[in-house]
């Protein structure tokens, strides 16, 4: 694993596959996420900041995860906490963030804004000094998994509506996958391209995942979306 500054007081913490960030206020910092392949993010951001850490889950698939027993608790929405415990056989403590809840990290304030779909409790974060939007699996330019029981296609549509209220805030998209950093404008396109796909406008191709499941993965512009076969 590696950290790449992204300016002073932010860091993206990078395990090859998926990237947890390091977001540094005056007084604490904020560990978005602990990454899949090892235990290692909580370690390398405890040696990039001296300022105490609070852990915040995007949301709580396994690859988002995996360093989540270093800490005491793991903040996160209410809704996400049945994929943590139930689908994913999470332990620990977890207490609640709710929708347009503000984190002060001293100088440096976090929105938590509520974006379900991808899973039911997805949350993006928008740091409203440098409007950098922190937005998980839920805004990217790879696959976006939305198939199986934890996911909404009509909520994410709904979700990515909610995000478009801000774009005239949001600088620079810092996703958990794929292309980093994101244009604002990415947002709309991923809106537009996501009605196509519900709508069965998009073409579709069977694909194996590395587990076995088999599911489509339907082609849009700048990204795609992987729905029950």
Known sequence: ????????????????????????????????????????????????????IQLVNTHADRDHIKGNSLFPVAFMHDAETVNYYNINKAEGKTETLDDMQKIDLGERILLVILIPGHTPGSIAL???????????????????????????????????????????????IFPSHGTCPLSPLFISSLAEQAELCINGMLEKEEILLPDGRKVLRAKAEGASFLVEK
């Open 1 to 52: 694993m590696e950290a790449r500054k992204i300016d002073c007081h932010t860091w993206s913490i990078e395990d090859g596959f998926v990237r947890a960030f390091l977001i540094e206020g005056k007084e604490k910092a904020v560990l978005l996420d602990t990454c899949a392949s090892s235990c290692e993010a909580p370690e390398i951001a405890a040696k990039l900041t001296d300022k105490p």
């Open 126 to 172: 928008l740091d409203m000094k440098n409007g950098y939007l922190f937005p998980g699996d839920s805004v990217q330019d790879g696959d976006i998994y939305m198939f199986g029981i934890m996911r909404d296609f009509n909520a994410y549509i709904h979700s990515l509506k909610k995000l478009l209220k801000f774009r005239d805030r949001i600088t620079k």
